[in-house]
Structure formats: C-alpha cells, structure tokens
C-alpha cells in the first residue's frame, strides 16, 4: 500500500502574525509530524509550483494545479522529511498526519484543500496593525531574512519579501508602507474568502491574542477540534517563537504610525488608540 498523509493540518496565517510560534506549541502534540520548518523550496521545487513557472503571476494557488502528479510528489516529499516531537520517523505502515505552516499558503487554500480532502485547516489572525507593522520591519531586514524573489522581474525599490500576491506589478514603484498593506489586504481578502468555501468541520478560526492570553484554555480547544492528544505541560506564558525581528513590547507598532497612517486612511483603514479595524 503507498504510504499517504493522513487528515493533514495546515496553519493558515499572514507573515508575522504568529503561526511560527503555534507550529511549535502543536508540533508537541502525540499525533503531529511536522518537518521542523517552513516548505517554500519543498513545494516551489516542483515543476509547475514556482511562480516563475507561471509567469510570475503570484504564490496563489487553486483546486486546478492539483494534478495528480503534483500531489503525490508533493506527498513524498513531506513523507521524506516529517518527523514526531521525539524525532522519529513515521512507522512505513501507517499514515502519518502532518502539521504544517507556511505563509504562502494564505495563498493556497483551495490547492491544499482539493489535494487532501480530509485536511483541516487553522486560521490564525492577528491584530492587522501589529502583523503590517512587524511585516514592515522585515521588509528593512538584510538579506536573506524574509526576502523571497530576488529575481523577481520588473521589482525595484527594496528587495520582495514574504508571500507573493495578485497584481503585485501594481505596487511597483509605491511607498513600502502602501506596498506592505497591499500584501496583508490582498492575501487576507483572498484567505477569507476561500476559507468560508471550506466545510465548518475542516476549519478552526483562532485568535494570536487569545492564544497569548490563554494557551492552555486555546490549545485544550485545538486538540478537541483534531483530536489530538496534548500530553505535555503547556507553558505560560508562551515562550518567544525565536523568529522575532526585535524584542516583544505592547504598542510595538506604534513605532512605525506615521508610515503607515496614509496608507491605512487609503485603504479605509484606521487607527484607534489601541488597534486597527476597518
């Protein structure tokens, strides 16, 4: 029998919203294998999944670019590197069950959703303004630091970093804050869309403060919706992720409001004193 992924789980969520450090608190769940990071050259690798090879269109991905062929390399390869929280191997006769988090796959829902039917998905959301503001700050970083298509054709201004979204040849050339808000707005606007195509029972919402301010509360509701056994103490507080760019402060984003206030006004978003809504 070819070994399959079984009832797979991906973490859907903007960069810089949280999902590394939820990765790390579910990979200690009994049931996850995960392949200790994020799957960009995994998946990007395969023929026809790049988006050089789809004319640089974007990281967006549908239910038409699954091909069977795509799938079962795209299995192999997690098969090959997955490993549990003791760091063994999946057992050959069985069907392990993945854990995964990648960014790009804001961008890839209906993809991942029609090459495993028994996946599930968690939305993770984070306050806008804090994810736009630390997404700003990793666009300043060096190289290779979030940087994602250093070819990337027609690009100038500071090299492309995170995900790329639809239409992103229509940014060239403006403010990096209005660049950076064009990415959060277009990948969520797409994300929350696809998700809501998704049946209730495949997706669990959560929110990154709640999950701050209850882990143990958050996670126990986590493990009932997959059914997954949490059999390790859950700290609390969490501890950082390691993928901060600098250290943890309340207001942090506040830093960078007077960039991004005219995009945010623009966009019909706004500042109140303590969040970003629309």
Same mark, same amino acid.
């Given at each position: 029998?070819?070994?399959?992924?079984?009832?797979?789980?991906?973490?859907?969520?903007?960069?810089?919203?949280?999902?590394?450090?939820?990765?790390?608190?579910?990979?200690?769940?009994?049931?996850?294998?995960?392949?200790?990071?994020?799957?960009?050259?995994?998946?990007?690798?395969?023929?026809?999944?790049?988006?050089?090879?789809?004319?640089?269109?974007?990281?967006?991905?549908?239910?038409?670019?699954?091909?069977?062929?795509?799938?079962?390399?795209?299995?192999?390869?997690?098969?090959?590197?997955?490993?549990?929280?003791?760091?063994?191997?999946?057992?050959?006769?069985?069907?392990?069950?993945?854990?995964?988090?990648?960014?790009?796959?804001?961008?890839?829902?209906?993809?991942?959703?029609?090459?495993?039917?028994?996946?599930?998905?968690?939305?993770?959301?984070?306050?806008?303004?804090?994810?736009?503001?630390?997404?700003?700050?990793?666009?300043?970083?060096?190289?290779?630091?979030?940087?994602?298509?250093?070819?990337?054709?027609?690009?100038?201004?500071?090299?492309?970093?995170?995900?790329?979204?639809?239409?992103?040849?229509?940014?060239?050339?403006? =403010? $990096?804050?209005?660049?950076?808000?064009?990415?959060?707005?277009? #990948?969520?606007?797409?994300?929350? &869309?696809?998700? +809501? /195509? *998704?049946?209730?029972?495949?997706?669990?919402?959560?929110?990154?403060?709640?999950?701050?301010?209850?882990?143990?509360?958050?996670?126990?509701?986590?493990?009932?919706?997959?059914?997954?056994?949490?059999?390790?103490?859950?700290?609390? =507080? $969490?501890?950082?992720?390691?993928?901060?760019?600098?250290?943890? #402060?309340?207001?942090?984003?506040? &830093?960078?409001? +007077? /960039? *991004?206030?005219?995009?945010?006004?623009?966009?019909?978003?706004?500042?109140?004193?303590?969040?970003?809504?629309?």
């Amino acid at each position: 029998m070819t070994q399959r992924l079984e009832r797979p789980v991906f973490i859907i969520a903007m960069p810089r919203s949280g999902s590394t450090l939820l990765y790390n608190i579910l990979g200690a769940a009994r049931e996850a294998f995960t392949i200790r990071g994020e799957s960009h050259a995994l998946m990007e690798t395969i023929p026809g999944l790049h988006p050089r090879d789809r004319g640089w269109s974007s990281n967006r991905l549908t239910e038409n670019d699954t091909t069977p062929s795509i799938v079962t390399e795209m299995t192999a390869r997690f098969l090959a590197r997955m490993i549990d929280r003791d760091d063994r191997r999946p057992n050959p006769e069985e069907s392990p069950i993945l854990l995964e988090k990648t960014p790009k796959n804001i961008l890839r829902v209906p993809f991942l959703a029609a090459a495993y039917p028994d996946a599930r998905f968690i939305y993770l959301q984070r306050e806008p303004i804090e994810t736009i503001s630390s997404m700003l700050e990793g666009w300043r970083q060096p190289p290779p630091k979030f940087k994602g298509y250093p070819d990337l054709p027609g690009w100038t201004g500071n090299e492309w970093s995170f995900l790329l979204v639809p239409g992103w040849r229509e940014l060239i050339g403006l =403010p $990096l804050a209005q660049i950076v808000l064009e990415q959060w707005l277009r #990948a969520t606007t797409t994300a929350l &869309a696809d998700i +809501a /195509e *998704l049946e209730p029972k495949r997706l669990y919402r959560l929110d990154f403060s709640e999950l701050l301010d209850h882990p143990t509360r958050e996670v126990t509701r986590i493990g009932d919706f997959l059914g997954w056994t949490f059999d390790r103490k859950i700290p609390d =507080p $969490l501890p950082l992720s390691g993928s901060q760019i600098s250290a943890p #402060a309340k207001g942090k984003w506040r &830093a960078n409001a +007077a /960039e *991004l206030a005219p995009a945010m006004a623009a966009a019909r978003l706004h500042f109140d004193p303590e969040t970003l809504s629309k």
